[in-house]
T-cell receptor, first 115, second 116 residues
């Protein structure tokens, strides 16, 4: 999985609790992304980062925040988890080649269940 | 805006037969196109991409894809399917003009089942 780890790999939590998912890369890539995967929706972008402390929203960012204080780590936080955030979360990285020709490589995923 | 459609939720093929997984896209400018495969309980694995040049792109595991600008399609193909090809396949697109942040838009996925 291209030097990408995600933790935890599985988590069960209760509605209203905060949750933080971690993505760690050893490739020194500039771009990092958080997606969620749901049946019938494919993968949808939550947030992405184009450098340390540089982040932007994706198409489904409501209820999520992110932080990137180091090149290798990208954190996704659910401030107050809801059942609609039950999903499989994937982190991806890319090196940000000029012109947008770079390939995104994905981590193994985190399965989150909100009860 | 960029979008991609995978019209088939599932494709069934007999082992040894050719397979095709369909993908059509919509962009404002020119597209960059990608195919990924996902095996159960795993992350997505990159198969191939079209950036420019030859319309027939060859990728991993014997897969190839044909870019057709007039039909706005990028179908994934393999001449002879294997049972081990059974997986979930995703097409993705990035619009050169408007795809800021190197963002990809994914299709909803096609489940490929290869039977003996």
């Amino acid at each position: 999985d291209a030097g990408i780890t995600q933790s935890p790999r599985h988590k069960v939590t209760e509605t209203g609790t905060p949750v933080t998912l971690r993505c760690h890369q050893t490739e020194n890539h500039r771009y990092m992304y958080w997606y969620r995967q749901d049946p019938g929706h494919g993968l949808r972008l939550i947030h992405y980062s184009y450098g340390v402390k540089d982040t932007d929203k994706g198409e489904v960012s409501d209820g999520y925040s992110v932080s990137r204080s180091k090149t290798e780590d990208f954190l996704l936080t659910l401030e107050s988890a809801t059942s609609s955030q039950t999903s499989v979360y994937f982190c991806a990285i890319s090196d940000g080649l000029a012109g947008g020709t770079d390939t995104q490589y994905f981590g193994p995923g985190t399965r989150l269940t909100v009860l | 805006a960029q979008s991609v459609a995978q019209p088939e939720d599932q494709v069934n093929v007999a082992e040894g037969n050719p397979l095709t997984v369909k993908c059509t896209y919509s962009v404002s400018g020119n597209p960059y196109l990608f195919w990924y495969v996902q095996y159960p309980n795993r992350g997505l694995q990159f198969l191939l991409k079209y950036i420019t040049g030859d319309n027939l792109v060859k990728g991993s595991y014997g897969f190839e894809a044909e870019f057709n600008k007039s039909q706005t399609s990028f179908h994934l193909k393999k001449p002879s399917a294997l049972v081990s090809d059974s997986a979930l396949y995703f097409c993705a697109v990035r619009d050169i003009l408007t795809g800021g942040g190197n963002k990809l838009t994914f299709g909803t996925g096609t489940q490929l089942k290869v039977e003996l």
